[in-house]
């Protein structure tokens, strides 16, 4: 099985700093089979949207986008209390 690489460098990490997340936070939600929220292309750059959990029970909202064979964070943050609940829902849904 191939493990999964992430693409981080400064920009990217200094932007989800503002919205008080770290990499290993954002990793968490990717890797942890989240639900996908959304698909877009912004510039000609396929963008996928994620909600999920960290292991500590944080939930975000995580964009992502595939640069070569790793993947590249574009924003984490903490989603809207209306994403959360229905993230949460389907969540319960699942089991």
Known sequence: MNELLFDWDAANIVHIAEHEVSPEEAEEVVLSEPQDVGFDVVNGE??????????????????????????????????????????????????
Not at 56 to 79: C, H, K, N
């Open 46 to 95: 396929d963008r996928w949207s994620y909600i999920g959990e960290t292991t500590s029970g944080l939930i975000l909202r995580v964009v992502i986008t595939m640069r070569g064979d790793r993947i590249r964070v574009l924003t984490a943050f903490e989603p809207s209390r209306y994403q959360k609940n229905l993230y949460l829902k389907r969540k319960a849904g699942l089991r």
